[in-house]
């Protein structure tokens, strides 16, 4: 596809990938919608949008939220008609800690913005993509849905919904192609958006967090090094450009996930792979 004039909704925009995402876009001559739940946040990154010379719009939202959804997607009609391009991107933070330690309601969390937040935002614009026959949905999962790495036992329940996140975009691959509306799935790698393990900002459960080395220990050395923000929002633009299914910044993903489904999908075989 190409992006010039398209109207693209990015939730969860206001920093980090999704902030790059918005600024290249907009670049390209999409107009984007910054939807965020830290409305002044949104606002400062559209308006350095702006400056620039591209076209941008915030929006506060909360995507747990029917009604905050509902007022999103009135604010967007009513500036620009419709959305060409919905980019899930907002994300509960990881909560770091044992799993034993884990609150419920840090599961409840996960699931409420990062699989219902994302099928809330779904149902919001698909009806007119499906009117029309044509429309883009891409849904920001993980490198660790992919390629399960042994930080997975620090976040549990966030790296289950990513494992969420890919089957939903599997179905809707399924489901939608015939409609003319197209899928893919985003799975960064490691990304430096804060100085948190993985690029994540991390709460914690009541449990000490686990330094960047315990966070990283067992990782196999190709997929330790972080990448930036703007090489992840880079590497998500070209793949839909190309409108492949599967997007990954984790350099080099596609030789790894052959090793690891030769390993059976045993997810304990890619931390004995790192000869740790």
């Not at 919608?33 to 990154?45: M, Q, R, S, T, Y």
């Not at 400056?51 to 009609?77: I, N, T, Y």
């Not at 790495?149 to 015939?178: C, E, N, V």
Request: hydrophobic share 45%; net charge negative.
């Amino acid at each position: 596809m190409e992006f010039a004039h398209k109207i693209v909704l990015i939730t969860g925009a206001a920093t980090g990938i999704g902030r790059a995402t918005a600024r290249e876009l907009a670049r390209l001559g999409s107009r984007v919608v910054i939807a965020d739940l830290n409305g002044a946040k949104a606002e400062e990154a559209a308006s350095s949008i702006q400056a620039q010379g591209g076209e941008a719009m915030s929006v506060r939202c909360d995507v747990q939220r029917d009604d905050a959804v509902a007022a999103l997607m009135s604010a967007v009609s009513a500036k620009y008609g419709r959305v060409d391009v919905l980019i899930n991107n907002a994300s509960m933070p990881p909560v770091a800690g044992l799993i034993e330690d884990i609150p419920f309601e840090a599961w409840e969390s996960a699931l409420q913005v990062n699989v219902l937040g994302y099928v809330r935002m779904i149902r919001a614009v698909l009806p007119a993509m499906l009117e029309r026959g044509s429309g883009y949905l891409v849904n920001t999962a993980s490198s660790l849905a992919i390629l399960p790495d042994p930080p997975t036992r620090f976040q549990i329940p966030y790296t289950t919904t990513k494992g969420a996140q890919l089957a939903m975009s599997y179905g809707l691959a399924h489901a939608l192609h015939p409609r003319g509306v197209r899928v893919s799935v985003f799975c960064p790698g490691i990304t430096a958006t804060s100085d948190r393990p993985g690029g994540q900002s991390v709460t914690t459960s009541g449990t000490a967090m686990p330094s960047i080395a315990e966070f990283l220990h067992g990782v196999d050395p190709r997929r330790r090094t972080p990448a930036t923000a703007e090489f992840a929002a880079s590497v998500l633009i070209d793949g839909m450009r190309q409108e492949k299914f599967l997007i990954s910044s984790q350099v080099g993903y596609e030789e790894q996930i052959v090793e690891f489904a030769q390993a059976g999908l045993d997810p304990l075989a890619l931390m004995a792979s790192s000869g740790t």
